[in-house]
């Protein structure tokens, strides 16, 4: 359906925000850094999809992080393209590693990935649902100090908008 990606993803977080907030019950803590843009972008998406892309690059990074580390989550729109970045302050992700983590099962460093529990089939749904929407995905990481994730969707102003606005512009 069409909605407000802006709104879908604030949305998304707010959930984010009460697992990881600022409450004692929680033994593991992050803030949420929100670098999204003001203005509406109306796209055609999956939400329950998309919704589960989110939620799993969320998990990831709050599964593969330390407690009190910044998940800084960032929203970009270009005239074709709209850019969803989550960068955590985690363990990182080998160079070697990362070509393949998107693959089903594939889970880095099995001894560190165990005490955490998981299939190792989140990314690969994730890449499958990023896929169906023909965008694209990928991990960037020096393997110490975080990782990024970063989700291309394709993006053009939709029929209806672009009238309303029409006489706007100059
Ligand atoms: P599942 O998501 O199915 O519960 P999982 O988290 O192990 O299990 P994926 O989400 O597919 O599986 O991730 C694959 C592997 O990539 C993980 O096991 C982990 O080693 C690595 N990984 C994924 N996200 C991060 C991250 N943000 N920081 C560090 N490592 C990560
Ligand atoms: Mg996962």
Redesign the pocket.
Known sequence: EVINFVAFLHFQLNRFDQIVGNSDENDKQFKIVRQIPLQPIWMEIDTDKMGQVID??M???I???PAGGNITVSLEQTKTQVLLRIA?E????PKK?LPK??DRF????KA??RE?????????I?RDIVKMHNGFVW?K?DGET??I?TVVLPYAPLEAETDDWAGLVD
């Open positions: 799993n690059l998990n990831n990074a599964k593969y992080s955590d985690g363990l990182g992700i590693d983590i998107f594939y889970r880095v460093d560190r990935s955490q529990g998981g299939t190792g089939l989140g990314l690969a994730v991990a990481s975080g990782t994730f």
